[in-house]
Structure formats: C-alpha cells, structure tokens
C-alpha cells in the first residue's frame, strides 16, 4: 500500500459562498531578539521569524501551511492563537483582534482556538493520567464538573477511537498514534472552532498517520471544525487541505486552491517542493528540482526576493527588489517577478 492510498479520498471542505474568513492576519510579524554584536555590542541582531504575513482562513476549510524546517510556519500558528505576541501587525478571529482585548476577554476567546501539537511524547505530562489531561480545559474553563465532566471525557475519548478503560492510565502506557488520539481529545474538550494542526502525523508511522488523518477529516465534517494544517509532506497537504500556502523564511510566497496549486504552481520554490514528492504513477512523474544551498538565516535573510540565491530562474530585480504577493483573478497569489500570478 502506498502511502497515499492509506487515507480516505482528497476532502471536498470547500466554502461555498464568500463568508467572512473566520481568522484573518494583516501585515503580521515576529521578530525575536539574538543577542548583540560590534563595537560595545550596539548592534541587537533580530530573527525574523514570521515578515508581513496576510491571512485568511474561513469557516469550515482547512488551509495547509507548507515549508521547510526554519521557515516560520509553527510561529505563525502561535501568533494566530495569541500564544505569543507579534512585533507588530494584527490578528483578527471571528471579528475580533486579538491584541485589542482585555486578558479575561482573550482567555474566553481562547475556548475556540485550540492546539494539537507535532510531538505526542512531549506534549502530555507524563504525571498526569488521561482523565486529568483530557479534562484539564473542562477544569479551567468551567464547563462541567462531578459526573458530568467524567461522561464528557469518555464521550470525548470515544470520538477519537479510545475508550473509558484509557481514563486511570499515563501516557507513557499508550502508543504514538494513541497519544496523539488523546492530544487530539484535549483539544476538542472546550468545543473550539479552530484548531492548529502543528505537523500532527510527522512523528507517526505511515500506517498510523493515515489514520489520524482520516480522524481529524470525520470531526471537521461531524464538528464544523476550521483547521490551520502545518506541515513539510505535501502528499498529506494534498488530502487533507482546500487551499494550500508556501512559506519561506517568514514570508508566504504563493497561496492557491489545493487543485490550482498542485496543478499549475507558479513559484519556484512551490515547483521544487512538488517535484519531490513520490509517487507511483509513471505519467505524474517529474524530474526533481535539486535547489543549490540552504535556506537562508531567518537572521539576516537576503535582499530582494529572498528565494533567489536558490532560484535558477532569479534575474537581476529579483536580487534588488522584494516581490509583492499578488493574486490573479481566481485567486491564485504568487510572490514572483519572473512568474507572476497573472
């Protein structure tokens, strides 16, 4: 069985009219201190984690965040959730900006968006029993007590495909897959609307990713769910998303309709990243596009487009000038000089 034929067919959670997105992020950035250097150390050096990032997510879609390790997309899903604070920029969800509301109000809001994290080893504490991990937003919030909150927590483990005899044990007793099942039911605790998925299937075995994934596919459709899908396999990305966004070193260089993207990509770096995913069918096949170096240091990223010391495509305005993300007419934007979206 390959890989890909392990899920459930390519999910259709498609917007059907225009709504309003449910997460949106303006000209949002992160930069976070790394010392000083030079005469008297007077020149403080900046990561530049996540730069001027616009967003939109709406209700009931999965939007996938592809890119390389380093390039910002786990820093974006925190900003998003208000865990940590942008440099500058906004955040808005359902309306709301984040960065305008009192702590108590933040900590309400913060019942609709929920985290399932990429490690299910680390994640859990290892000291608490599942009752109390799964239960410990029903606590916080207040949402059910006594034999309430033991019934919302078996019905929980239940919608993930665990049962009551999971409440009295340690995570240490469960396997990855079953780990990442009780991540997964924490998070829905506090019936959120939307979910960051932080590379949720990366540290699984193929067999067992499929299997998460098809879970998480049944509870957006069962529960109306919106999810942020981080992730580096774009064979995952493929089923699981409605709208796919590239980023590199901060910056999200092409965003398109899932089909669009995998079809027709438009920037180089997307075109490298498809060339590289497996697949078994000759006639999809395409010759891999080896890019030369490394991403480059969030730390001092380069002039202009920041892809083009890779780029074999780079001109001279792509060394000089920082190309705007822009969309065509069906949507599909792309951050490019040499191939633009139009």
């Known amino acids: 069985m390959s890989p890909a034929s392990a899920y459930s067919a390519p999910v259709e959670n498609r917007v059907t009219s225009a709504p309003a997105p449910l997460v949106r992020t303006l000209r949002l950035r992160k930069e976070f201190p ?49 865990l940590i604070k942008p440099s500058s920029g906004e955040v808005f969800f359902d309306g709301q900006e984040l960065g305008a509301l009192s702590r108590r109000a933040l900590r309400r809001l913060r019942r609709q968006m929920q985290l399932v994290f990429q490690d299910p080893y680390s994640s859990l504490n290892p000291r608490m029993r599942v009752q109390s991990i799964v239960g410990e937003g029903l606590e916080i919030h207040k949402l059910k007590r006594g034999d309430e909150k033991r019934a919302r927590i078996i019905e929980l483990l239940q919608m993930v495909g665990l049962d009551a005899q999971a409440l009295g044990r340690y995570p240490h007793e469960f396997s990855g897959g079953q780990r990442q099942r009780i991540g997964i039911a924490r998070a829905l605790a506090v019936e959120p609307q939307f979910i960051v998925l932080d590379e949720p299937v990366s540290a699984l075995d193929v067999s067992i990713q499929a299997q998460i994934i098809n879970l998480l596919q ?95 495509y780079a001109i001279d305005i792509c060394k000089r000038v920082e190309p705007a993300l822009e969309a065509n007419q069906s949507g599909h934007a792309v951050a490019c000089h040499v191939f633009p979206a139009s």
């Open 34 to 82: 790394a010392g000083a250097v030079g005469l008297l150390k007077r020149i403080r050096l900046t990561v530049k984690a996540v730069d001027d990032v616009n967003l939109d997510i709406y209700p009931g879609e999965t939007l996938g965040l592809v890119g390389e390790s380093g390039s910002g997309k786990s820093t974006l899903g925190r900003l998003i959730l208000g």
């Open 218 to 312: 049944d509870l957006q459709a069962r529960l109306n769910l919106t999810y942020l899908f981080i992730a580096h396999d774009l064979r995952v990305v493929e089923h699981v998303s409605r709208r796919v966004a590239i980023m590199y070193v901060g910056k999200i260089v092409e965003i398109a309709d899932r089909d669009e993207i995998y079809r027709n990509p438009r920037h180089p770096y997307t075109r490298a990243l498809l060339s590289a995913v497996p697949t078994v069918k000759v006639d999809e096949r395409t010759e891999r596009i080896r890019l030369p170096g490394e991403m480059p240091s969030p730390l001092n990223p380069p002039p202009g487009c920041r892809f083009h010391p890779r780029c074999p």
